[in-house]
């Protein structure tokens, strides 16, 4: 496992995007925080950990499109109206973002994008239902998956860089995303099997900053080209998954057990479903150990 400073910034001079690999010109190439400057609730980057690097226009336009909602979301509070973390900035950034920031999702600030659904429904003939639900706002899977992808991207060119070349790495194979979970469902069984099947992985990489508001873990299989990872925003989000050869990620993640849903509904072409969230007790949380 590499070593790098824990308390200022690695730089690099690359010479190629980290995210594209296009050969950069002075005409294409962007100063990028691989952790948003304004991913992180304000002031906690100050004196912290980052990786700075060059990535091309489009590439940092890209990610910081995806940073903007994303950033607002992961810290918004939870449906009673809880943040993740007791900490005095954290609602002031979360409640200034969320006026700023609009949902890709519901194309509204996210501020006015919880989200509601009406239920109805039958117990017997004669007996009807109906009951309410709001789910603070959501974020598009296809979201949180691209923006992880960026991240890591950044974080194994930087583990694979050359200073004499300056140029850096792409894994080979495919890229393939788990599961994202907010905080209180960090202990379903998908999340604890995908934490049970890498702890004994080679650590590669793991890297907290922004004071734990950015966490990231990357870890190699001991005997394929397969590596998983872990990464954790704003103390709210967790997304998991494997890059590498297909093969041996697909084997892996089908040995995971399915999450339990319960039926609420269920139509001809539709039906509601639930299940229940599992928080994770400290002392199983192994994701980001060494």
């Not at 590439?59 to 994303?70: A, F, R, T, V, Y």
């Not at 954290?90 to 989200?115: D, F, Y």
């Not at 393939?176 to 905080?183: E, V």
Request: charge should be positive; charged fraction near 25%; aromatic fraction near 12%.
């Amino acid at each position: 496992m590499k070593t790098f400073p824990c308390n200022s910034p690695i730089i690099l001079d690359n010479e190629t995007c980290v995210y594209c690999g296009i050969q950069l010109t002075p005409s294409l190439a962007t100063k990028e925080h691989v952790i948003g400057r304004r991913f992180v609730p304000k002031g906690k980057l100050k004196g912290q950990w980052n990786l700075i690097v060059r990535a091309c226009t489009a590439c940092n336009g890209k990610k910081s499109d995806l940073e903007d909602d994303i950033s607002a979301i992961s810290m918004h509070a939870d449906a009673s109206g809880r943040h993740a973390l007791s900490d005095h900035i954290l609602p002031q950034e979360a409640a200034r973002k969320a006026r700023r920031s609009i949902s890709r999702r519901t194309g509204k600030p996210v501020k006015e994008s919880s989200e509601k659904l009406k239920v109805k429904g039958s117990f017997a003939p004669g007996v009807e239902f109906t009951f309410n639900l709001t789910s603070p706002p959501q974020i598009e899977t296809e979201r949180i998956f691209e923006l992880a992808r960026m991240q890591l991207m950044a974080f194994f060119y930087l583990i694979t860089y050359n200073s004499e070349t300056k140029r850096g790495g792409f894994w080979l194979g495919s890229f393939f995303p788990i599961h994202d979970a907010r905080r209180l469902d960090w202990g379903n069984p998908i999340q604890r099997a995908f934490m049970d099947a890498v702890i004994s992985w080679n650590l590669r990489f793991l890297a907290i900053g922004a004071d734990g508001f950015f966490k990231v873990a990357i870890r190699r299989h001991p005997t394929e080209t397969c590596w998983s990872w872990g990464l954790e925003w704003n103390h709210n989000y967790r997304i998991v998954g494997f890059f590498g050869e297909e093969e041996p990620m697909h084997k892996i993640a089908n040995s995971f057990p399915s999450l339990e849903w319960f039926t609420i509904v269920k139509g001809h072409n539709y039906y509601e479903r639930y299940r229940y969230e599992v928080a994770l007790d400290e002392d199983k949380d192994i994701l980001f150990k060494i």
